[in-house]
């Protein structure tokens, strides 16, 4: 069996976790209507529901933060921040936010005008959102590859290039006020962009005179990735693949609650002095004084240190080997995945794995309320109960390509035998898979369902043409009228 390279910390404080007994598990999930999103944390025995804002900060950051400056104005914190920013991303300004989404609410509230869109390889759900809450259209060229689940590209995170060009050409660059990318591409399995990529991206946008910013949150493991698969990087540090990375871009956004290893922060920067002020304006009202951006100065001194300790190889190569180490043991199982596994997550296919649960019944959702019943574990269904939406023009319900159960690897939390112990639970689980029942609806909201909503189990002789699904289905696409795309628990 094969290995991940030996966690470079060892242990110092302990966070005690403890695995509820099974009864009290069934009792948890019923009290939580089989949504995992209204569990309590202390009822999950191992919580993979995200990696975003729950990293382990090592003794550096904790002892950078007893040094946080509290000033209002002019914090020594947000002088060695700037510092450390300049010297991996380069760019001539940048603004503290309190996280991801409130740079990117700054970048759409300056630049996106109603009927503008903005080109991505997949943009996250809240960078969306915010292009949308402008009246702006996002829209996806990410390479066909990256819709198959076996075919392994070692860059699926990559934009097509002969699409983007027909796309801007056919829409005129006066309705695109800047042009972006994803690395790595959460929305689209945590897959990697090549540099070669970037480049013709950046020239791309460069040619027709369209601003490039790159969402950043994962940049150190998507330079990491470079290193390791693309020819001529070998020899290269993360740091310089980095800074080789961000001299293509005119700006990032960045959520440094992922490859900032921190567990709140964020940031915008640009070189663009106009854009710089008109951001700082906009700062101003929703975040705070511009060197706080609505964080505290010990958590600018945690983020300066965690963007460096982001770069480290040991690091790297321990978090990258961790997720294909898991990988490799569910592949051990006969689980299917999605194939190459990214950085952050390994994505189960609960589609195939419960080919007996349509779409409709959230195949998803039945295997995550399985791995919490069989062993405490909390992953999150990436599938038609998040996903599904109306189709506007014949209102029929259109689900997503997959029905995925994501599990997501906090950054430093857990060691290979809580991996081992997720591979074995989940072995467990597909063992007895035709037992596992689907789910209906008993209650949803319109707008992101998921994080409230209420399901109920379908008794398993229910076949999928009986009457009783007819109904949920019907109540289904009920609940789905004026449901807009939703989020993933980022
Ligand atoms: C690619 C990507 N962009 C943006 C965000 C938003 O960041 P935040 O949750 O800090 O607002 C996330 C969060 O998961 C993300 O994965």
């Not at 996106?112 to 080109?119: E, M």
């Not at 990256?146 to 290039?161: E, L, Q, R, V, W």
């Not at 649960?357 to 109960?385: C, D, H, K, N, T």
């Not at 209906?440 to 999928?464: D, G, W, Y």
Request: net charge negative; hydrophobic share 40%; glycine share 8%.
């Amino acid at each position: 069996m094969a290995h991940h390279p030996p966690e470079p910390f060892r242990i110092k404080m302990v966070e005690p976790i403890k695995l509820l007994n099974r009864h009290a598990r069934e009792a948890a999930i019923h009290r939580a209507n089989y949504n995992l999103f209204s569990l309590r944390a202390d009822e999950i025995f191992i919580d993979l529901f995200t990696d975003s804002g729950t990293n382990a900060m090592s003794q550096a950051q904790w002892a950078a933060m007893l040094e946080g400056d509290e000033a209002y104005a002019g914090a020594r914190s947000y002088f060695r921040l700037a510092e450390v920013i300049h010297d991996i991303f380069g760019f001539s300004y940048f603004l503290p936010t309190h996280q991801g989404r409130a740079a990117e609410n700054i970048l759409s509230a300056c630049l996106v005008k109603p009927g503008d869109y903005i080109p991505s390889n997949t943009h996250f759900d809240t960078g969306y959102a915010n292009i949308r809450d402008q009246g702006g259209h996002p829209v996806n060229f990410v390479i066909d590859e990256a819709h198959n689940p076996t075919s392994y590209h070692p860059f699926k995170g990559n934009m097509d290039i002969q699409k983007l060009r027909d796309f801007i050409q056919k829409t005129g660059v006066d309705q695109i006020p800047f042009g972006m990318i994803t690395i790595t591409n959460n929305a689209g399995g945590g897959q990697p962009v090549s540099m070669e990529n970037l480049r013709a991206v950046s020239q791309t946008y460069k040619e027709f005179g369209i601003p490039f910013f790159i969402d950043a949150c994962r940049f150190a493991e998507n330079a990491y990735f470079i290193k390791l698969r693309e020819p001529g990087y070998a020899g290269k540090s993360p740091l310089e693949i980095s800074r080789e990375m961000f001299a293509l871009a005119d700006g990032i956004t960045m959520s440094a609650k992922k490859d900032g290893i921190v567990n709140i922060g964020g940031f915008i920067a640009m070189n663009n002095e106009a854009l710089f002020e008109q951001a700082r304006n906009k700062l101003l009202i929703r975040e705070g004084f511009p060197t706080y951006g609505g964080l505290a100065g010990r958590d600018l001194d945690a983020m300066a240190v965690g963007l460096r300790e982001a770069l480290e190889e040991e690091y790297l190569a321990y978090r990258l080997g961790q997720t294909a180490y898991l990988a490799g043991r569910l592949r051990e199982l006969e689980i299917p995945i999605i194939e190459p596994p990214g950085a952050h997550a390994v994505y189960v296919d609960a589609g195939q794995l419960l080919p007996h649960i349509p779409p409709e019944q959230f195949p998803g959702q039945s295997l995550s309320v399985e791995l919490y019943l069989e062993g405490g574990i909390r992953a999150v269904e990436i599938g038609s109960l998040g996903f599904a939406h109306p189709n506007p023009q014949t209102s029929q319900t259109v689900h997503p390509k997959f029905e995925l159960l994501r599990l997501a690897l906090p950054r430093r939390v857990y060691t290979q035998s809580h991996l081992d112990y997720v591979a074995e639970i989940l072995g467990k689980t597909a063992a007895r898979s035709e037992q596992i029942p689907g789910y209906r609806l008993v209650h949803a909201s319109k707008l992101m369902r998921q994080f409230t909503a209420q399901l109920e189990p379908i008794a398993l002789n229910t076949h999928p043409l009986q009457s009783s699904l007819k109904l949920s289905t019907t109540k289904f696409n009920q609940n789905l009228e004026g449901y807009e795309k939703s989020t993933l628990p980022n």
